[in-house]
């Protein structure tokens, strides 16, 4: 049954997982994982909380596929609610967690390193999240969107629900301060 | 490659006119990947359909009783029209003793029957 689906359309996906097929919605898990991944554990450094979040969107992506149109990508859906879902959980940190918060940024950053095969792919990956937690969460997340999901300034913008110059405008304070940060590392 | 490399990615992914697919293509290659854990698909389908499934449980043992009433329900009444008639037949009239089974019984009989005297 998995192996049927792996050539399966998304749209026949979401038919199947809203009439209760559980190997339809694992398929979408499965395609789309990753790329959850990149933003919340890009927006929130690689911890458990991370994973919980990343569950949470596949939950609330479940409950509310009925609600997907198809108008959208599901992908891009999808996107979007994680970037909700992360934004909330650094929201709800800052107000409750305020000491583990310093000038707004994230402090979870932990990586483990028994995960990278090689010293240099776990230099590489510490270098761009701590690249990315010296950012606000208004910065991080465009950064995020670009450098770790490949999206335009265009695309980063629609996702985001943002007029294009802002984001352009976040671009360009980032890139200031980015520049200022990796001098250090 | 070189961590001077990555910094100039890093920057460059925060400038317009980059190329950001580029820009992640060749992180990725340099070991920039994120993933959840290997359970991580086993963990979202359990939370979502160990729930369905228990809901089912529920909905159908409700229905599984709902049925088993019904069946007893009709049987009882079956039995108890067999009784009244047995009853009328034996006796020539239903009386609430004679549906009991005291028709011709007296209180002294009852006394001896429950004492054993």
Same mark, same amino acid.
């Given at each position: 049954m998995k192996e049927l689906y792996r050539q399966t359309d998304e749209v026949e996906l979401v038919r199947a997982s809203i009439d209760g097929d559980k190997f339809a919605f694992e398929e979408i898990v499965n395609r789309y994982r990753k790329m959850v991944a990149r933003t919340v554990k890009g927006m929130l450094g690689d911890s458990v909380f991370a994973e919980d979040i990343g569950q949470e969107v596949f939950l609330k992506l479940y409950y509310s596929l009925s609600e =997907?149109? #198809?108008?959208?990508k599901l992908s891009t859906y999808i996107q979007k609610i994680a970037i909700n879902l992360t934004l909330n959980e650094i929201k709800r940190r800052k107000r409750f967690f305020p000491m583990f918060s310093r000038d707004g940024?994230?402090? $979870?950053? #932990? =990586? &483990?390193?028994? &995960? =990278? &095969?090689?010293e240099e792919k776990r230099e590489a990956i510490e270098l761009v999240n701590k690249a990315l937690m010296s950012l606000d969460p208004k910065f991080r997340i465009i950064l995020v969107m670009r450098m $770790?999901? #490949?999206?335009s300034t265009k695309e980063t913008a629609a996702v985001l629900n943002l007029p294009l110059g802002t984001v352009l405008s976040r671009l360009s304070r980032a890139r200031e301060q980015l520049k200022e940060v990796l001098k250090k590392l | 490659m070189k961590r001077s490399e990555i910094k100039e990615l890093i920057i460059g992914?925060?400038?317009?006119?980059?190329?950001p697919q580029n820009i992640s293509r060749r992180l990725e290659d340099a070991g920039v990947t994120f993933d959840f854990s290997k359970v991580f698909n086993e963990k979202v389908i359990s939370k979502l359909f160990t729930t369905v499934i228990s809901d089912d449980r529920e909905l159908e043992f409700t229905r599984n009783l709902n049925f088993v009433f019904y069946r007893i329900a009709l049987t009882g009444i079956a039995a108890i029209v067999v009784l009244l008639i047995s009853i009328f037949l034996m006796e020539g009239s239903i009386s609430f003793n004679s549906f009991i089974g005291?028709?011709?019984?007296y209180d002294e009989s009852i006394v001896c029957l429950l004492t054993g005297i």
């Open positions: =997907f149109r #198809g108008e959208a940024k994230n402090e $979870l950053s #932990g =990586f &483990d390193v028994a &995960d =990278f &095969d090689t $770790l999901q #490949g999206y | 992914s925060a400038d317009n006119d980059a190329d005291l028709s011709d019984s």
